[in-house]
T-cell receptor
Framework: NAGVTQTPKFRILKIGQSMTLQCTQD?????MYWYRQDPGMGLKLIYY???????DKGEVPNGYNVSRSTTEDFPLRLELAAPSQTSVYFC??????????????FGSGTRLTVV | AQSVAQPEDQVNVAEGNPLTVKCTYSVSGNPYLFWYVQYPNRGLQFLLKYITGDNLVKGSYGFEAEFNKSQTSFHLKKPSALVSDSALYFCAVRDPRSGGGADGLTFGKGTHLIIQP
């Protein structure tokens, strides 16, 4: 049981480039989330999904896009990378809304640097 | 809107001593509260939660937390600290009445816990 898998673990992008951060979970969780973690700022919610085909914006969605074509996968797309998007990105999943029963299961993160 | 505050950036405790990591919250209704721990270069791991019931909740690795509604606090505690407890700790909150808009937990900024041998 792998849990939540994120790839890549590290990436350096040039300004204006695009990339997709991959997230896959094998727990059949309906709820999935993308957070970014900036030093001293905690985690900010970028996008979330309550099931396949359903996504919605979080607190800081600008510059990002998501899709949820299957229960397992929840990729995060950066179209025009900017230095402000330098951060550590975490994907999380939960069987219940807000993670009440079991908390969230987090991936190990993607450290992205935009230069 | 829901929010959570962790007033201490860093807490230093000697090994074997009790530890407390502070958290206060703001929601319009009764909150769901959580503590997570993050070790270096790892994702967050769930420690414990308060949903309803007993104000003292017990979690993983000997940690516990006390929900205090009048003080809107949810402090993390452990009777005897271990060097291996050194990590970054996050408090999180969700208003169960929230609907529409941004779903998900709101996290505090995190508190570095350093246990000195």
């Amino acid at each position: 049981n792998a849990g939540v898998t994120q790839t890549p673990k590290f990436r350096i992008l040039k300004i204006g480039q695009s990339m997709t951060l991959q997230c896959t979970q094998d727990m059949n969780h309906n709820y999935m989330y993308w957070y970014r973690q900036d030093p001293g700022m905690g985690l900010k919610l970028i996008y979330y999904s309550v099931g396949a085909g359903i996504t919605d914006k979080g607190e800081v969605p600008n510059g990002y896009n998501v899709s949820r074509s299957t229960t397992e996968d929840f990729p995060l797309r950066l179209e025009l990378a900017a230095p402000s998007q330098t951060s550590v990105y975490f994907c999380a999943s939960s069987p219940f809304r807000g993670g009440e029963a079991y908390g969230y299961t987090f991936g190990s993160g993607t450290r992205l640097t935009v230069v | 809107a829901q929010s959570v505050a962790q007033p201490e950036d860093q807490v230093n405790v000697a090994e074997g001593n009790p530890l407390t990591v502070k958290c206060t919250y703001s929601v319009s209704g009764n909150p769901y509260l959580f503590w997570y721990v993050q070790y270096p270069n790892r994702g967050l791991q769930f420690l414990l939660k308060y949903i309803t019931g007993d104000n003292l909740v017990k979690g993983s690795y000997g940690f516990e937390a006390e929900f205090n509604k009048s003080q809107t606090s949810f402090h993390l505690k452990k009777p005897s600290a271990l060097v291996s407890d050194s990590a970054l700790y996050f408090c999180a909150v969700r208003d169960p009445r929230s609907g529409g808009g941004a779903d998900g937990l709101t996290f505090g900024k995190g508190t570095h816990l350093i246990i000195q041998p």
